[in-house]
Every structure is written in C-alpha cells, then in structure tokens.
C-alpha cells in the first residue's frame, strides 16, 4: 500500500492535483490504500498481541445468534459487493461461553473471508452445533475452493493461495491466522475442508 500512495502522492504533486479528470482517480487510490495498510497494522497488532503470552479470555455467556447477526448486518457492503446471499443457521437463543470481542472478531474474519472469496451471487451458511465437549461453528461457502496443497498453509501468518486476487481483494494475509490463535485462546481448534 505504501508504493501506491507514495506513488499517487507523488503524481499529484507533480502537477495531477490541477487535472480535473484525473486527478481524483489519484486521491481515490490514496484513500483506499491507506484503507488497506490500516487494516494491515491492525491485524498485525492484533497478532502480536495475542501471541504475546499476555492476551486473557474473559469468557462469559454470549448469545451467538445475536452476534452472528450483528456480523452478517456489518458486513452487508461486502456481501452485497459479490451478490452473496447470507443463511443464519445458528438456532435462536443459542449461548457459548466465550470472550465477546475475540468471538466477534472470529467470526468478522472468517465471514469476511468467504464472502470474498465466493463465486458472486452464491451463498454463505453460519452454523452453529453442540457437539460433545464443544460447539462446532462453521461458515460455509459457495466458492472455487482451495487446492489440497494449500489447506495446510491456510493459517499460517501472510500465506495466500492466490496471492494476486488476495491483493485485488484487500487482503492481508492474517485474518485466518488470527482467527487460530483467538480459537487457541479460547481452547478450541480450527480447520477446513474444501
């Protein structure tokens, strides 16, 4: 993101700041990179913070449908954006004992994350289950998938499996790798199946 406001930056200076036509093109840009590179510290603080031995749980009841909703409503641009048609599946007046605001966060990346990589106009499925010992919370979608080699790598900190549309996209690379560790925090685990 640097080199494209320093770039765009640059340009204006140069003399686009007086063109008319262009010149918001160049503005527009400075804008949207800076979006992403404040993104891209927040996540990386994000990360440093809760790798640092010193992030606590504050587990209390929270009621995950109500969240669910509360994240699919804040995330209406970017379902809207791909036409992707949103499926509430956790049942009314399901709790969990779990810290809110990493909860929230869980559940922001990994919406975020399929919405953005879904076929547009498909579909995203929140689901929520009780299973032995646990609760089971998957989110579901109607994309390409990803290639066997990548599942593996998939939570590891900047690992993209298609770097230019992951770009194109705004993504960083860590939402999936703190949405591990926050579940780690919480003593649960994470996976994928394509």
Known sequence: PLTAIKGSAETLLGGALEDREHGPEFVRSIYEQSVRLEKLVA????LSHSESGRERVEKGAVD??????GVLKGLTPVLAGKRVTPALLVPEGFTVQADRDKLSQIL???????????????????????EPGFTRVTVEDDGPGIPAGHLPHIFERFYRVDKARS????????????????????????????
């Open 43 to 46: 996540d990386l603080l994000s």
């Open 64 to 69: 995950l449908r109500a969240m669910a909703e």
């Open 108 to 130: 922001i990346n990994l919406v975020d994350n399929a919405a953005k990589y879904n076929r547009a106009g498909g579909g995203l499925r929140l689901r929520a289950a009780l």
């Open 167 to 194: 770009r194109e996209l705004g993504g960083t690379g860590l939402g999936l790798s703190i949405v591990k560790r926050l579940v780690e925090l919480h003593g649960g685990t994470v996976g994928v199946e394509s």
